[in-house]
């Protein structure tokens, strides 16, 4: 059974940083991409960043280039989406995804506001 966890959202002003997490369980982590989306409000829900099996390798959204950081932590089976600069048109809820058997997590809210 795979599970998807998200945690690290909420409140921030803009120009503000937040760091999201999402551990995997009940698969072989190292094996997969991973990716994160996100959804505002009245909006589709729509792709952010993406990282290769071994990390190596990134892609981002236009819209986050060069404020937006994906990694991941093989040991931990954790990715991480590093956010800086933060605007509210970043206010979403955002989803951890594994593509490989479209997976999904539950998301994890975050919002930019003054």
């Known amino acids: 059974q795979v599970q998807l966890v998200e945690s690290g959202g909420g409140l921030v002003q803009p120009g503000g940083s937040l760091r999201l997490s999402c551990a995997a369980s009940g698969g072989t982590f190292s094996r997969y991409t991973m990716a994160w989306f996100r959804q505002g409000p009245g909006k589709e829900r729509e792709f952010v960043a993406a990282v290769s099996r071994s990390g190596g390798t990134t892609r981002y959204a236009d819209s986050v280039k060069g404020r937006f950081t994906m990694s991941r932590d093989g040991a931990k089976n954790t990715v991480y989406l590093q956010m800086n600069n933060l605007k509210p048109e970043d206010t979403a809820v955002y989803y951890c995804?594994?593509?490989?058997?479209?997976?999904w997590g539950q998301g994890t809210q975050v919002t930019v506001s003054s």
């Open positions: 995804f594994r593509p490989t058997g479209e997976y």
